[in-house]
């Protein structure tokens, strides 16, 4: 059977581009290296890019090195926040309440 699907995937080089981008991610505790190995860690290893799910670890495995010290549904929510959403031309967000609120989401899923 065959699927006109194709399945979007992310290589090494975009991920690290992905995370270098994200306001305030990089800093001399958390480089490139780390991405590296972020990326190796939560790819398939039958695979040289990273599948959606796998994409959603490697968040995860940033989160809890970036934040090593709030539960992992904070140290996501945040990681999101701070982080990740500024990718899309949006200032990086310190609102503790939006935080909490995104965090009550993360855990009502």
């Known amino acids: 059977m065959s699927t006109d699907h194709k399945e979007v995937m992310l290589d090494s080089q ?16 958390m480089t490139r290296h780390d991405f590296d190995i972020v990326f190796t860690k ?8 990273m599948e959606f799910e ?15 010290d709030e539960d992992p549904i904070t140290a996501f929510g945040t990681l999101l926040i701070r982080h990740i959403f500024g990718l899309f031309d949006q200032p990086p967000v310190r609102d503790s ?13």
Request: net charge positive; hydrophobic share 35%.
């Open 14 to 29: 975009r991920f690290v581009k992905m995370c270098k981008e994200a306001p305030g991610l990089e800093t001399k505790r």
């Open 42 to 49: 939560c790819q398939h290893p039958d695979f040289r890019r």
């Open 54 to 68: 796998h994409f959603l670890q490697g968040l995860l495995e940033l989160s809890s090195r970036r934040y090593p």
């Open 97 to 109: 309440a939006l935080l909490e609120r995104v965090k009550d989401e993360l855990v009502a899923v």
